[in-house]
């Protein structure tokens, strides 16, 4: 799952970065208003968590002119300006949550995977397709029975199958949902990570669509 970090503060952004990643999120790091509007103009992510006071342009403008194009991305505002006004309106132009500095990086985990779901319309923190099940709060996995802990990769892996059940995912699609900007991607990581939740959880968990990618089936 793809996270895009926007923060000046090197410190903070280091942070939550290295816990983003321990978490088995790809992360995309900007550090300034311009640049985090224009990243969020051309690239998809699956949640943004966003400083308020940057370089360039502040973070509630990059916040309106995201609501604006109707861009319907989760964002989590993550600031210093602790004030109920300022809350208020970074909520009212259309923040789903607000976490103020300094924070717990597992609650901001936990405020992220909340923030998901509810983008993905699922009530339980389990995510499932009737026959898989994947907690993203501790990384297990289970199928018929079997239940297992998954790497970090595996983890982000199936959860972007589980997350759309029923659509196949080319290569590139899931490269882009494990990995970030600056990280090496083996030509070989997407087969050696689909052959490892396989042999945890079985042959048929992850269905090959011969020249289209992968997919997860869909409930009945």
């Known amino acids: 799952m793809r996270i895009l970090l926007v ?21 995309d790091w900007v550090k300034d208003g311009p640049s985090a ?5 051309i690239d998809d992510h699956e949640a943004v968590l966003l400083d308020l006071g940057l370089p360039g342009r502040d973070g509630l ?15 989590i505002v993550i600031t210093a300006r602790d004030g109920v006004e300022d809350r208020i309106r970074g909520l009212d132009l259309g923040a789903d949550d607000y ?19 509810r983008q993905g319309g699922q009530a339980s923190p389990l995510l499932s397709n ?9 990384h297990r996995a289970s199928a ?18 589980l997350l759309r059940p029923g659509t196949i995912l080319a290569r590139s699609e899931l490269e882009e949902r494990i990995y970030g900007w600056n990280e090496e991607v083996e030509s070989n990581a997407v ?20 020249g289209a990618g992968w997919m997860v089936e869909k409930s009945s």
């Open 191 to 210: 087969d050696f990570l689909i052959h490892g939740v396989r042999k945890k959880l079985g042959a048929a968990v992850i269905k090959n669509v011969r």
């Open 61 to 75: 403008e990059v916040l309106r002119r995201l609501r604006t194009a109707g861009k319907t991305v989760p964002v």
């Open 7 to 27: 923060e000046d503060d090197p410190m903070i952004g280091d942070a939550v970065v290295t816990a983003l990643k321990d978490a088995a999120y790809a992360v």
């Open 130 to 138: 009737g026959r898989v099940s994947l907690d993203p709060g501790t």
């Open 144 to 161: 018929d029975s079997v239940e297992v802990q998954l790497s970090a990769r595996e983890f982000a892996l199936l959860q972007a199958l």
């Open 37 to 41: 509007s224009h990243t969020l103009d």
């Open 99 to 117: 976490l103020v500095k300094p924070f717990d990086v597992n609650e901001l985990l936990a405020r992220m995977r909340a923030v998901i779901r």
